[in-house]
């Protein structure tokens, strides 16, 4: 009857211990582990994010290696700066573009480094709708907008209106 009940997906370990499934490996001692399905109290190892490994080889120097982020970052920083410096409309453009970057690097390199912060495709939605979100508002922002889309006109005029 017990042999019934091992399953196709028991294996034999080498001290004679049926091994069902990774919860149930023995520990150290050789003690059968406690089977739960709760999750740990404390975590002890993450997954990489896909992507997340190196831009560059080990030896290169740190920049080297993170440079997908550190272009998107700086971008994101002289935009910034253009902003401070009341070239608005320039500024607002050059950091939704540097996202819009960031979703393209994102999308064609296999290794991003730092770049690569959840799955692929979230990042590349992430970066891409909020850089195409910035780029239409710097393109909408007054005075003499340079795109006008008239639902969004009617909408900020039904919500902040002088009455």
Do not use: C
């Not at 290169?60 to 410096?85: K, S």
């Not at 979100?133 to 919500?159: C, E, G, S, Y």
């Amino acid at each position: 009857m017990e042999e019934g009940r091992k399953g196709a997906g028991t294996e034999p370990d080498l001290d004679g211990i049926t091994v069902t499934d990774p919860v149930s490996a023995p520990d150290a001692h050789g003690r059968p582990r406690r089977v739960t399905r709760r999750f740990p109290l404390f975590t002890r190892d993450t997954a990489p994010p896909e992507g997340g490994g190196r831009a560059a080889p080990r030896d290169a120097p740190a920049p080297a290696r993170q440079w997908p982020v550190l272009a998107v970052a700086g971008l994101v920083g002289l935009g910034l700066l253009l902003t401070a410096l009341d070239v608005f409309r320039y500024g607002m453009l050059l950091i939704g573009l540097a996202l819009l970057g960031g979703a393209a690097l994102r999308w064609l390199l296999p290794d991003v480094g730092m770049l690569a912060v959840r799955s692929r495709f979230t990042d590349i939605a992430t970066y891409g709708v909020l850089g195409l979100a910035i780029v239409l508002l710097a393109m909408m922002a007054q005075p003499d907008p340079w795109l006008q889309i008239p639902f969004l006109k009617d909408a900020l005029h039904f919500t902040v209106s002088n009455e």
